[in-house]
């Protein structure tokens, strides 16, 4: 068989967006290749199957899990083949490969792993991870038994000569999985590749976004939130957050920690052993010749000199004034510079241990002893260990509940509700007499309990997981009617404590078709509230009725976070006007700057989530929509974010026309960089304007000298005094013209912050757009900037995604403080007898040839002004770089800008 047979058609009308993609397809297959991105919901799967046909050659799809190969082999039975079974030319079995293969990226790395092991009559057993994590839903089924089978099914591979491979969600390659994925792709020839994906990895590190890229090939095509929503193919839907403080049994030992930490800091600053250690180390001592050494860790080096200053130990003058960083410029002693320096002095300092081993020895212990050094780093605010406690805290357990019986109340017997959490946490349970335990971290048995015990016995509750089902006794028939419809029989027994409720055995062979029971009688109201594990349900979970979605999860990742979303902003045949809400949960520690480890996970989160701006008609990612954020959080303030947040929470009928308003205003996505302007480079426009008017003033009075006082007459005449004075100003200012006009240019060019930003942005585009890493061509409307919300927001109209990213990196690495690049723009400004001295790092896509960076310097002085370029790769760059990085770590450190992605 070479073709598929005739007759195989989509059963139903295509989709506007998808159409598009459809009719474009020649386009994006003319190098055999094509990469689309699309959120959970818009189809993919049903895309890739209709590619599939039209390229009308034998196909092997890989898949992430078992739950999305199945999904494959149904939707291409359901909707393409409309039969009850599949014919014996679509395999689901790698073993036995057919026209059409479906498998998954382990099942297949298994069998690479095994044929390239030596022969052996051993069975391959898969790697199984804990119940705990609950990852049933990741396993394949499929292993193979032996290296002689293993090849012998590679062989048989081998023949069907696949032309056609498709990757399902590649983000989710693992190294190993992702070497055995390219092998498998080597050995085809010449295939076309269709790579389909809801969350490409944009936030991993440059190597392994470089590995998905190398398998799965540059972004062809995109389709987005809005559009899906502005199509009703996803529901009007609005992110929450509801924030907590940690319990009095959770922060107590917290604040005896920091109790001690502020005493051992007192005592440091008077101690006279550290501060010797540090006077006497030679980077102190002998700065100049330790500037390379200085340079792989200058922030260590920093915090000896904010140590000295705040100890006022005179030692630091020098130090400092040795790469030119004046006393002010010098930054206050925080516990996170103070961190900075007993970690360097303590745990990797070496030779300044073995000088002073005796007193760092026993500040070791003392640090150990408080529980304020861990893994060799030493923590003063907060430890890893107090941060998991509060991302876990058991206040977000009363978060839940509030939350629940709020949504309970507005939406009464509508309500579908799942709660999204990592760990199963079977141990808290009542035991058998019904005595309930205390209730101290999350997890999918702790938050059961918590609602069991909180609230009305009319609201029903549900646990599925991949190892755990727990749903009411009264919908028993449901589950039966449904199992049976399945071929599946079911064996559950009371739960001893409360026999209000069942619980249900899950095994490998029945938890797919659980999965599905369970889901059909939740859809039904058997149920209204289900809590389950992310790892399980958190993608490829098919159940369209839910509306209301807690992610009790500690993912902060890019690709989890939208997979997790994806399951409630579905939309519903049955109920048109379906919304959504999506409830996000964290605990404020108030003490640290911006509410501490927990909602800087939750900010990680929200780069990724799409959607509607609390507070205005925007459509974008990022925490700045939610309208949450604080310098620093009171108790107070708590209350009344999370008051403003269900007030909002009610109005669910307001959701549809605020999407409809805020999509009418623009009609596609775009990247964003948002910045707070304190590094945004502005012109040096007196300069010029300075020396152009003394020109003029030197000129004029020249001329009015000569004819006032050398030789009266000589040059203007009998002309009237005034009219010869303001002759001789006309002529000065004609002289210095030429620095005026630079000057008043330049000041016309910036004439606020957001211009200054597009000027910025033009020099980086430009010298892209000569490199050839950017294709449409500069333009003065290509790039556009603005004020929002106190931010500089700049942003690249048209190019593809990945040309939106490279200029928005390179833009956000001028912007940012120094790391360690290249190349250095160097500028002086003198006002008075005070001398300013600003560096920006040339970005790194540029900074790699001496001359990307001498265009990209030229351009600087046309669109900016006077300024060097600094090549950090010598001794006296490498000074220079040192003192640029040392003054980019100010206490508060330089306000970091912020990629956002946005409807414009």
């Given at each position: 068989m070479k073709h598929f047979p005739e007759g195989i058609t989509f059963r139903y009308s295509w989709r506007s967006y998808q159409q598009r993609i459809l009719d474009q397809l020649d386009d994006h297959l003319s190098n055999r290749h094509l990469h689309l991105v699309a959120p959970p919901g818009s189809g993919k799967t049903v895309l890739g199957l209709e590619v599939m046909l039209r390229l009308n050659r034998p196909a092997f799809i890989i898949a992430p899990t078992l739950t999305i190969k199945n999904q494959?082999?149904?939707?291409?039975?359901?909707?393409?083949?409309?039969?009850?079974?599949?014919?014996?030319?679509?395999?689901?079995?790698?073993?036995?490969?057919?026209?059409?293969?479906?498998?998954?990226?382990?099942?297949l790395h298994s069998l690479y792993k095994t044929a390239e092991q030596p022969e052996t009559d051993t069975e391959l057993e898969l790697t199984r991870e804990t119940e705990e994590e609950d990852s049933g839903n990741m396993l394949d089924e499929e292993a193979v038994n032996g290296t002689r089978e293993a090849r012998r099914i590679q062989e048989s591979i081998r023949s069907m000569s696949f032309q056609t491979l498709i990757l399902d969600e590649a983000h989710h390659l693992r190294s190993s999985w992702w070497k055995s994925a390219m092998a498998f792709r080597a050995e085809l020839q010449n295939p076309a590749i269709v790579a389909l994906t809801a969350t490409p990895p944009y936030d991993v590190h440059q190597g392994e976004w470089q590995r998905?890229?190398?398998?799965?090939?540059?972004?062809?095509?995109?389709?987005?939130?809005?559009?899906?929503?502005?199509?009703?193919?996803?529901?009007?839907?609005?992110?929450?957050?509801?924030?907590?403080?940690?319990?009095?049994?959770?922060?107590?030992?917290?604040?005896?920690?920091?109790?001690?930490?502020?005493?051992?800091?007192?005592?440091?600053?008077?101690?006279?052993?550290?501060?010797?250690?540090?006077?006497?180390?030679?980077?102190?001592?002998?700065?100049?010749?330790?500037?390379?050494?200085?340079?792989?860790?200058?922030?260590?080096?920093?915090?000896?000199?904010?140590?000295?200053?705040?100890?006022?130990?005179p030692a630091w003058e020098q130090a400092a004034a040795v790469l030119g960083v004046s006393g002010s410029?010098?930054?206050?002693?925080t516990d996170e510079w103070l961190e900075e320096l007993l970690t360097g002095l303590l745990y990797r300092d070496e030779e300044a241990d073995q000088r002073h081993h005796a007193y760092f020895d026993a500040l070791r212990r003392r640090l150990r002893g408080i529980g304020a050094a861990e893994k060799k780093k030493v923590y003063l605010r907060s430890t890893p260990q107090f941060d998991k406690m509060l991302i876990q805290s058991a206040s977000k357990l009363r978060s839940i509940r509030d939350i629940v019986s709020f949504e309970h109340s507005n939406l009464k017997e509508e309500l579908r509700m799942v709660i999204l959490t990592d760990y199963i946490r079977k141990e808290s349970f009542p035991d058998a007499t019904g005595k309930t335990k205390p209730l101290t971290r999350l997890g999918v048995v702790p938050i059961f309990e918590t609602l069991r015990q909180g609230l009305p016995e009319e609201m029903p509750l549900a646990i599925l997981t991949g190892s755990l089902a727990v749903f009411p006794r009264d919908c028993g028939a449901l589950m039966e009617e449904a199992a049976a419809r399945r071929g599946l029989s079911l064996e559950y027994k009371p739960l001893p404590f409360d026999d209000r409720y069942v619980s249900l055995d899950i095994r490998d062979s029945n938890r797919s078709g659980l999965v599905a029971v369970m889901t059909e009688v939740f859809a039904q109201g058997g149920f209204r509230v289900m809590v389950g594990t992310a790892a399980l349900l958190g993608e490829g979970w098919d159940a369209p009725c839910i509306n209301s979605l807690i992610m009790a999860s500690y993912v902060g990742s890019f690709m989890l976070s939208n997979q997790m979303r994806g399951r409630a902003i579905r939309t519903q045949k049955e109920n048109q006007d379906k919304t959504a809400a999506i409830w996000h949960l964290a605990c404020v520690d108030t003490v640290l700057p911006e509410g501490g480890r927990d909602l800087e996970m939750l900010s990680r989160r929200f780069r990724a989530l799409v959607g509607l701006a609390v507070d205005r008609n925007t459509i974008e990612t990022g925490m700045r929509r939610m309208n949450i954020l604080q310098d620093r959080y009171e108790h107070r303030d708590i209350e009344s974010l999370?008051?403003?947040?269900?007030?909002?929470?009610?109005?669910?009928?307001?959701?549809?026309?605020?999407?409809?308003?805020?999509?009418?205003?623009?009609?596609?996505?775009?990247?964003?960089?948002?910045s707070d302007g304190e590094r945004v480079p502005r012109p040096l426009y007196m300069q010029h304007t300075i020396r152009g008017?003394?020109?003029?003033?030197?000129?004029?009075?020249?001329?009015?000298?000569?004819?006032?006082?050398?030789?009266?007459?000589?040059?203007?005449?009998?002309?009237?005094?005034?009219?010869?004075?303001?002759?001789?100003?006309?002529?000065?200012?004609?002289?210095?013209?030429?620095?005026?006009?630079?000057?008043?240019?330049l000041y016309m060019k910036h004439q606020s912050l957001e211009s200054s930003m597009a000027e910025a942005g033009q020099v980086v585009y430009e010298t892209l757009y000569g490199m050839k890493l950017l294709t449409p061509k500069p333009h003065k409307h290509r790039l556009q900037a603005s004020m929002e919300a106190g931010m500089v927001v700049c942003r690249m109209e048209g190019g593809s995604t990945q040309e939106q990213l490279l200029f928005l990196d390179s833009l956000q690495q001028l912007v940012a403080p120094i790391n360690?690049?290249?190349?250095?723009?160097?500028?002086?400004?003198?006002?008075?007898?005070?001398?300013?001295?600003?560096?920006?790092?040339?970005?790194?896509?540029?900074?790699?040839?001496?001359?990307?960076?001498?265009?990209?310097?030229?351009?600087?002085?046309?669109?900016?002004?006077?300024?060097?370029?600094?090549?950090?790769?010598?001794?006296?760059?490498?000074?220079?770089?040192?003192?640029?990085?040392?003054k980019a770590m100010s206490a508060s450190f330089v306000p970091k800008s912020e990629r956002i992605s946005a409807w414009r």
């Open positions: 494959w082999a149904d939707r291409f039975r359901e909707l393409f083949l409309q039969t009850g079974q599949l014919p014996e030319w679509v395999s689901t079995d790698i073993k036995n490969p057919a026209f059409v293969t479906v498998t998954t990226y382990q099942a998905y890229m190398e398998l799965c090939g540059p972004i062809d095509a995109e389709i987005s939130v809005p559009e899906l929503v502005r199509e009703s193919e996803l529901c009007p839907h609005q992110d929450y957050i509801c924030l907590s403080l940690p319990n009095q049994e959770e922060f107590e030992p917290l604040r005896v920690f920091r109790q001690q930490t502020g005493t051992l800091r007192q005592e440091l600053l008077q101690d006279e052993q550290l501060k010797k250690a540090i006077e006497e180390h030679p980077w102190i001592g002998r700065t100049e010749t330790h500037t390379e050494d200085i340079l792989t860790n200058p922030s260590y080096y920093s915090s000896m000199v904010i140590y000295l200053k705040a100890a006022a130990y410029e010098v930054p206050e002693l999370n008051q403003e947040t269900f007030l909002r929470a009610c109005e669910r009928h307001r959701l549809s026309q605020r999407w409809i308003d805020a999509i009418a205003l623009h009609d596609h996505m775009t990247e964003e960089l948002a008017l003394i020109y003029a003033g030197i000129v004029a009075l020249i001329l009015t000298a000569i004819e006032m006082f050398v030789s009266p007459g000589m040059i203007y005449g009998d002309m009237p005094i005034l009219m010869k004075l303001a002759v001789s100003l006309i002529v000065g200012l004609i002289a210095g013209a030429g620095p005026l006009y630079k000057g008043i240019r360690n690049p290249r190349y250095l723009i160097y500028r002086e400004s003198r006002a008075g007898l005070l001398t300013r001295r600003d560096y920006y790092a040339v970005p790194e896509a540029i900074d790699r040839r001496k001359e990307d960076a001498e265009r990209f310097y030229a351009l600087w002085i046309q669109r900016i002004g006077p300024a060097e370029l600094i090549y950090t790769r010598t001794t006296e760059g490498r000074k220079m770089l040192l003192t640029a990085r040392l």
